[in-house]
């Protein structure tokens, strides 16, 4: 077929940035719902883990009802570490090797706003899975405490620790590299971060260390408040802007885009 | 008034840990014209491109894209550029037509993205991840990428390696009738037919530097006067062939199989060439008076050895 003349006559402009941000962004959660392997991790398994050790006495954590109050806190943490740290590290350190994130750096998308929609796309899922996970807590008789806006925040801190840190490692190792630590670390975690076995359990001399890791410090953070019922405990806020504020610096430093 | 050049590359050097992959290279695009630019691999092709693209600062020489620099001024230049990457640029996941809507919803005034689909022969790739198209759908969506934002200037990345013939055709049609509506076409190449018949001016690229420029016609024909070409079996006897042409010619065989005479080329030479090759039944291919081809041209300026 032969088109019109005219068809391609020049007419450049980059379209207006609220609705880049738009596009960029449900594009990257459109991505992150089409794939399989990684709503694994941040569907299947902390729903698992909230649902098996919340119903089956595995470790000892009183009975039922107190056993899903201190499960709800750290699968919670778990959603905000496998979307905002595992996802976003190996979807990124794909996109590298795919020279996706070098051709939209060739379009009037600007970086900063990539970044931005991958922050937001990350939120989106975040917020489907923690209304997943507490449908599925309530079905099991969980009893929320605590403020909601200190649960938001501590999301939020917990989010920014984990993103940046995700951008870190995405940016400067090989994807395949990413793919694997990425992994091992949620495994780590998982165990290690306060999500489904209590902090208290290990060594003495262990605990302020996992304390001050950023999943120890959301997972602990989030059971003051919603097991509790306390205040925001400001140290676990202030834990993960640490966090944020080293990864986010260095991934700035060392990001390579292609 | 002379149109400004859409493109304007002076001494560039570029190095990668101390080797210098483009060294000193100049070169200038007019607006609204095809520019071929020809090279053996690591001739420094891509380096230059992506360079003029605002993805690598140049460690010398000057650049200037539609009068802006490219690293400085990227941010005002990128909606005015399409970009051709010379693979990749996807995500492996999303479905071509999502990918060429999304481009498109980062432009003003995009192209229709079904017409340019259509255009391009991928309406049944359309529902198709990425990773699953085809090496050629996957060369044709990476140019409706580069096009639908309806650039001035376009860097097309070997558009056509891996293509065949019928794509190739198509992309050919696509890049001239960017010509007919005033966008400038800047592209690299391994084919020489490609360059021959698209290109208002070629840039020969070796070693990081510029060793020929002039368009196709000018190329073809320049020092070519006084030669005959023709391709014929390996290894002719060429003293003999020159001993049966008239006094003064010439005989080269400047690569296996590709002959050259050099003396005066008159009808008298011609007959005595046809009459020397009927006598040992050898059949002349691609017999040219005048004039190389392009390849021709290419081998002779950066030699026939592999690298």
């Known amino acids: 077929m032969t088109a019109e003349t005219g068809m391609f006559a020049p007419r450049p402009g980059a379209a207006p940035l609220g609705r880049m941000l738009a596009a960029q962004t449900a594009l990257e959660v459109r991505m992150v719902l089409r794939n399989g392997e990684q709503l694994l991790l941040t569907v299947v398994i902390p729903v698992l883990v909230l649902t098996v050790f919340g119903s089956v006495e595995v470790l000892d954590l009183g009975n039922r009802s107190a056993r899903v109050d201190f499960l709800v806190p750290g699968v919670i943490a778990l959603a905000v570490l496998s979307t905002a740290f595992t996802g976003l590290a190996i979807g990124t350190g794909f996109e590298r090797r795919y020279g996706a994130l070098k051709r939209l750096g060739a379009t009037p998308l600007p970086r900063a706003a990539l970044l931005a929609a991958k922050g937001l796309s990350v939120l989106v899922i975040e917020a489907l899975q923690i209304v997943l996970l507490g449908t599925v807590a309530l079905l099991l008789g969980w009893q929320p405490r605590g403020s909601w806006a200190a649960v938001l925040l501590l999301v939020l801190a917990g989010t920014a620790a984990f993103s940046s840190l995700a951008l870190l490692m995405a940016g400067t190792l090989r994807a395949e590299a990413t793919l694997a630590a990425a992994n091992l670390v949620y495994l780590l975690l998982l165990v290690s971060g306060g999500i489904a076995v209590p902090l208290d359990r290990f060594p003495d001399g262990a605990r302020p260390l996992l304390e001050a890791l950023p999943a120890g410090a959301l997972s602990e953070g989030l059971r003051v408040v919603l097991r509790d019922g306390d205040a925001l405990p400001w140290w676990s806020v202030g834990v993960l802007a640490l966090w944020a504020a080293v990864g986010g610096v260095l991934a700035a430093r060392t990001f390579r885009w292609e | 008034?002379?149109?400004?050049?859409?493109?304007?590359?002076?001494?560039?050097?570029?190095?990668?840990?101390?080797?210098?992959?483009?060294?000193?290279?100049?070169?200038?695009?007019?607006?609204?014209?095809?520019?071929?630019?020809?090279?053996?691999?690591?001739?420094?092709?891509?380096?230059?491109?992506?360079?003029?693209?605002?993805?690598?600062?140049?460690?010398?020489?000057?650049?200037?894209?539609?009068?802006?620099?490219?690293?400085?001024?990227?941010?005002?230049?990128?909606?005015?550029?399409?970009?051709?990457?010379?693979?990749?640029?996807?995500?492996?996941?999303?479905?071509?037509?999502?990918?060429?809507?999304?481009?498109?919803?980062?432009?003003?005034?995009?192209?229709?993205?079904?017409?340019?689909?259509?255009?391009?022969?991928?309406?049944?790739?359309?529902?198709?991840?990425?990773?699953?198209?085809?090496?050629?759908?996957?060369?044709?969506?990476?140019?409706?990428?580069?096009?639908?934002?309806?650039?001035?200037?376009?860097?097309?990345?070997?558009?056509?390696?891996?293509?065949?013939?019928?794509?190739?055709?198509?992309?050919?049609?696509?890049?001239?009738?960017?010509?007919?509506?005033?966008?400038?076409?800047?592209?690299?190449?391994?084919?020489?037919?490609?360059?021959?018949?698209?290109?208002?001016?070629?840039?020969?690229?070796?070693?990081?530097?510029?060793?020929?420029?002039?368009?196709?016609?000018?190329?073809?024909?320049?020092?070519?006067?006084?030669?005959?070409?023709?391709?014929?079996?390996?290894?002719?006897?060429?003293?003999?062939?020159?001993?049966?042409?008239?006094?003064?010619?010439?005989?080269?065989?400047?690569?296996?199989?590709?002959?050259?005479?050099?003396?005066?080329?008159?009808?008298?030479?011609?007959?005595?060439?046809?009459?020397?090759?009927?006598?040992?039944?050898?059949?002349?291919?691609?017999?040219?008076?005048?004039?190389?081809?392009?390849?021709?041209?290419?081998l002779e300026l950066t030699g026939s050895e592999l690298r």
């Open chain 2, 1 to 298: 008034m002379p149109t400004p050049a859409a493109v304007e590359v002076v001494d560039l050097v570029k190095r990668y840990g101390g080797v210098a992959a483009v060294d000193g290279l100049s070169l200038e695009v007019a607006a609204g014209s095809i520019t071929a630019v020809l090279g053996p691999n690591g001739a420094g092709k891509t380096t230059t491109v992506e360079t003029c693209e605002g993805y690598r600062r140049p460690d010398a020489g000057r650049v200037r894209v539609l009068g802006l620099d490219p690293w400085q001024d990227a941010r005002a230049l990128r909606p005015r550029v399409g970009v051709m990457l010379q693979q990749g640029g996807v995500y492996p996941g999303v479905k071509a037509e999502e990918m060429l809507r999304h481009v498109a919803s980062l432009h003003a005034h995009p192209l229709d993205v079904p017409l340019l689909i259509e255009r391009l022969g991928l309406g049944s790739a359309g529902r198709t991840t990425y990773r699953r198209l085809s090496g050629g759908q996957q060369q044709r969506l990476s140019l409706a990428m580069a096009v639908v934002g309806r650039p001035e200037l376009v860097f097309l990345d070997e558009p056509t390696a891996g293509l065949d013939p019928q794509a190739r055709r198509a992309t050919w049609d696509l890049v001239e009738a960017l010509r007919r509506d005033g966008v400038t076409v800047v592209l690299t190449t391994h084919f020489m037919d490609e360059a021959e018949r698209l290109a208002d001016q070629v840039v020969v690229v070796d070693h990081g530097r510029v060793i020929a420029v002039g368009s196709p016609g000018e190329l073809t024909t320049a020092g070519a006067a006084g030669s005959l070409r023709f391709e014929a079996p390996p290894g002719l006897d060429v003293t003999g062939l020159a001993a049966a042409l008239p006094a003064a010619a010439r005989v080269d065989e400047v690569s296996p199989g590709r002959y050259v005479v050099h003396g005066d080329v008159d009808p008298r030479l011609l007959a005595d060439l046809t009459r020397w090759c009927a006598d040992r039944d050898v059949m002349p291919q691609g017999l040219t008076v005048g004039r190389r081809s392009l390849e021709d041209v290419f």
